[in-house]
């Protein structure tokens, strides 16, 4: 699975995909993460720095990202794409708080049906909306809110996707939404206090029963 982000901000990907189950799965080549900035295709003043973002039309506060440097982020993407895989299949996400709620089960289609993912991540007031007329995009959201970028969501989609992939949990059955899996979790010791009080791990859990435990496990969701 192959990742290719289009963001003003690159560098907000650093911390989190340098940690961890992503790190691994970057080191082993389950997944590849690209990015793309829109400044990168746009024409700047000599010796300042290069603007992408225009006031918007018909008045309002704030910033909206200007269509061409996306576009040519977007065009430069698919082009990364076609010279590594000779029948990729691609889907193009824009990110927005209007679109399609983005789950689990979304994320496990995506994983299976497509061999590179670009994430269209915006900023400001947004990015302007002729590029979602050149490109077949799906509109999605990751949650009921508004946040001030899509880098968070784009981290989000990366990292529930890659979950899908197989071998970057490594066991198969880490995937939680493939087994029996409860909401609380235990381990040991089986007994701590604290301020005077005793808490223990529920009894049926260290039956052996594992019809029991499962029954157990349905009853917490």
Request: aromatic share 8%; net charge positive.
């Amino acid at each position: 699975m192959r990742f290719h982000v289009i963001t003003l901000f690159p560098g907000a990907f650093g911390s989190y995909l340098g940690e961890s189950i992503l790190k691994r799965a970057i080191e082993d080549k389950k997944i590849s993460v690209a990015f793309y900035n829109p400044r990168d295709f746009a024409a700047g003043t000599r010796g300042r720095a290069v603007r992408v973002d225009k006031r918007p039309y018909g008045g309002g506060p704030g910033m909206v990202i200007e269509a061409l440097p996306v576009i040519k982020a977007i065009e430069k993407a698919l082009a990364t794409i076609q010279k590594k895989s000779k029948k990729p299949k691609v889907k193009i996400i824009w990110l927005s708080p209007g679109g399609m709620q983005f789950d689990t089960g979304v994320a496990e289609t995506v994983a299976k049906k497509y061999t590179d993912i670009i994430i269209v991540s915006g900023r400001y007031e947004g990015i302007d909306a002729r590029v979602k007329k050149i490109f077949k995009c799906d509109i999605v959201s990751v949650g009921p809110f508004v946040l001030t970028g899509g880098e968070l969501p784009a981290m989000l989609i990366i990292d529930c996707v890659s979950r899908q992939v197989a071998g970057v949990l490594g066991d198969p059955t880490s995937v939680e939404e493939r087994r029996v899996a409860s909401r609380d979790v235990y381990t040991r010791p089986e007994v701590f206090e604290y301020k005077g009080k005793k808490y223990r791990v529920p009894k049926v859990l260290l039956s052996g029963n594992h019809a029991t435990i499962n029954t157990w496990k349905r009853s917490q969701k």
